[in-house]
């Protein structure tokens, strides 16, 4: 089964694109000023392709990531506002495919040679707190693998904390920004996509859970969001059904 982008207008009469959506589809196609929202439709992963990805990284997939690609191999949608007459690309919400789910190394940070390795950039300084977890680490103590490149803004990963081989209950997600400093997002995958959904895919919005927050740049196009629809994510109703839903 081929990729196939789902029609605007067309989400909420997909009840499986529905779910996948956790409803935010609805709330855009129904917000003014916004247009093209769009989901690239993917097939469900099979089974094998999950226990393959396993037996070659030695790592156990977390269960809700497990139901999240047996539901759909990847994640794609975007959405875009108009002004005047200009179509704006604005929201983007991505989830690796299996295939796409990589280790992140040094040849995956940096091609230059006599580059330094990532272990060399590693920052002991900060360690666990009451308030933090103890950041990852890139060499052998932990196990890092690439959820979404953030259109180039960073990295969302998959962190198994204690190394290989690794086990489904050690993992969190965490933000690895363009300078390799790390950021924790949440505990659990599913945790995480109902981050990336409730915050529309909006420019750098993993730059909220830093401590610089989100760029101005990143601001001013958070601007030319329509207030209808920051009211009905607001919404205590619209809010609980998102975050009460689990894959």
């Not at 129904?30 to 037996?55: D, F, L």
């Not at 690895?176 to 529309?200: G, K, M, Q, V």
Request: negative net charge; glycine residues 6%; hydrophobic residues 35%.
């Amino acid at each position: 089964m081929e990729e196939e982008a789902s029609p605007p207008g067309l989400g909420c009469s997909k009840p499986h694109l529905e779910k996948l959506t956790l409803g935010i589809t609805r709330i855009l196609e129904s917000s003014p000023g916004v247009t093209e929202v769009t989901i690239i439709e993917k097939p469900p992963a099979e089974r094998h392709m999950i226990s393959s990805w396993e037996q070659k990284n030695n790592c156990v997939m977390p269960e809700d990531v497990k139901n999240f690609y047996l539901m759909t191999n990847g994640f794609h949608m975007t959405w875009s506002v108009k002004l005047d007459e200009h179509i704006i690309p604005l929201g983007s919400m991505a989830i690796n495919s299996i295939s796409k789910l990589t280790q992140l190394t040094q040849s995956s940070m940096y091609s230059l040679p006599n580059a330094p390795t990532l272990a060399d950039l590693e920052d002991d300084t900060h360690e666990a707190s009451d308030d933090q977890p103890e950041k990852p680490h890139f060499d052998s103590r932990s196990v890092i693998f690439e959820l979404d490149s953030c259109n180039g803004s960073g990295k969302v990963c998959l962190v198994y904390k204690s190394g290989k081989p690794a086990l489904a209950e050690d993992t969190e997600i965490w933000f690895l920004d363009r300078a390799l400093y790390w950021h924790f997002l949440t505990d659990t995958f599913t945790a995480y996509y109902r981050l990336l959904i409730t915050h529309l895919g909006l420019p750098q919005w993993q730059y909220a859970f830093t401590s610089y927050g989100i760029s101005p740049q990143a601001k001013v196009r958070k601007e030319h969001l329509p207030s209808q629809t920051m009211w009905d994510l607001n919404n205590p109703r619209g809010r609980a059904g998102i975050w009460s839903r689990r894959f």
